[in-house]
């Protein structure tokens, strides 16, 4: 299986906050931005692995600032570390200024997508290759936000988590 690199992953995609996008005080809804944020994490994984893929958690999702009514959003996801069928993926969430077409960043989550084949077991998938100092800390994060989604869980022991172990003890 051939490796990819974390660039060939990329997907980026533009919305307007319409309406009925809104809650009551005029800024776009959890929820609804919670489902693009969704939809364009499943287009990354999807280029990185070319097979089915489907949401097993939502790992992360930081609420900076609200986005207003009408707003120009800006959602752009990248696959941050592959495991076996598993695979992270980083969004990050901009909104542009209507005059100065500035963007600012205002939210990011991280989504974990695992590929599965025909019926719906997991498959593996390629070994993902980071390039960027961006792209490179992402990597090395994910392992350790993987060992504590595993401890949290109940599916490693607190002592098996070499990579959490590291942040807190000298070796």
């Known amino acids: 299986m051939k490796s990819r690199k974390a660039s060939e992953t990329i997907s980026i995609t533009t919305k307007v906050v319409l309406p009925n996008d809104t809650n009551t005080l005029g800024n776009l809804f959890g929820g609804q931005l919670l489902a693009w944020m969704d939809e364009i994490a499943s287009v990354s994984a999807h ?13 992360h999702v930081s609420f900076q600032k609200p986005i207003n009514h009408a707003s120009i959003v800006t959602l752009e996801a990248k696959v941050s570390r592959s495991f076996s069928s598993s695979m992270e993926i980083f969004v990050d ?26 019926n719906g077991g997991p498959i593996q998938v390629p070994e993902l290759i980071p390039e960027t100092s961006e792209e490179k800390n992402r990597f090395e994060g994910a392992l350790r936000r993987k060992q504590l989604s595993l401890i949290l869980a109940g599916k490693m022991k607190p002592s098996e988590a070499t990579e959490l172990k590291k942040l807190f003890f000298e070796e």
């Open 47 to 59: 280029r990185h692995c070319k097979r089915v893929v489907v949401t097993a958690s939502v790992n």
């Open 93 to 118: 969430v901009f909104v542009e200024d209507p005059v100065t077409g500035e963007r600012a960043k205002c939210n990011e989550a991280i989504y974990t997508f695992v590929a599965v084949d025909q």
